[in-house]
Structure formats: structure tokens, C-alpha cells
């Protein structure tokens, strides 16, 4: 089982970028997955999150109606699409699954404690 996020980089504020989590050894549609940021100094934080097998999405107040989480059930990969970033969005992203309770479960949580298995995080950094 491996979750492999991608994507960060530097950009300036009010730029994009788009994150991506790659997943192996199961199917991401039969998993419910969140995104977390952990910026320096700071406890991790869900960012946002998709149910499985649903369209139904869930943003920390943060970063609502900047970003968009979406999933490719073909590529088994879900996407954080960043937009209007902002220097507080400096953080380590990383996806997570929660492989022991959330199979099949219509709805999901940014709540970080739960037995997620996580996935190696990427950098972002948001220049002002």
C-alpha cells in the first residue's frame, strides 16, 4: 500500500498548483481521502477531503473556494487543485487513507486522529 503525493513547488501568491496522490495496493474510489498540510511549527491540519465512490467533498474553512479535490478513478490518483494561494498555505501536503474503517464509507473527515496511513508529503511554498 503506498501513497505517493506530487506537485509542490514554489509559486507566488495568488498563483495555482495542483497536487496529485498517487495510490497503490488499493482503489482509491473504495477509500475515502483526505489531504493534510503541515506547516513549520504547526500541528498537521486537514485541508480537504472525497468520500468514496461519491462526489462529496469536504474543505477546511481555510482554504474554501480557493481549492478543489477531485479524483481519476482510472488513474487511481486524487488532485488538490490550488488556486489563489496565499504565504499562510506554506505547509508539507500529504495525502492520507484510513485504510481500517473508511472502505466504502459515503463521506469523510478532516479529522487527524484517526489510523490514517500516510503518504510521503510534498512542499509547497507560497512566495509574497
Known amino acids: 500500500v503506498q501513497l505517493q503525493a506530487s506537485g509542490g513547488g514554489l509559486v507566488q501568491a495568488g498563483g495555482s498548483l495542483r497536487l496529485s496522490c498517487a495510490v497503490s495496493?488499493?482503489?482509491?474510489?473504495?477509500?475515502?481521502i483526505t489531504w493534510f498540510r503541515q506547516a513549520p511549527g504547526k500541528e498537521r491540519e486537514g485541508v480537504s477531503c472525497i468520500a468514496s465512490s461519491t462526489d462529496l467533498t469536504y474543505y477546511a474553512d481555510s482554504v474554501k473556494g480557493r481549492f478543489t479535490v477531485s479524483r481519476d478513478n482510472a488513474k487511481n490518483t486524487v488532485y488538490l487543485q490550488m488556486n489563489a494561494v496565499k504565504p499562510e498555505d506554506t505547509a508539507v501536503y500529504f495525502c492520507a487513507a484510513d485504510l481500517t474503517t473508511q472502505k466504502y464509507w459515503m463521506s469523510c473527515t478532516l479529522r487527524l486522529a484517526l489510523p490514517w496511513t500516510w503518504g510521503q508529503g510534498t512542499q509547497v511554498t507560497v512566495s509574497s
Open positions: 495496493g488499493f482503489t482509491v474510489d473504495d477509500y475515502s
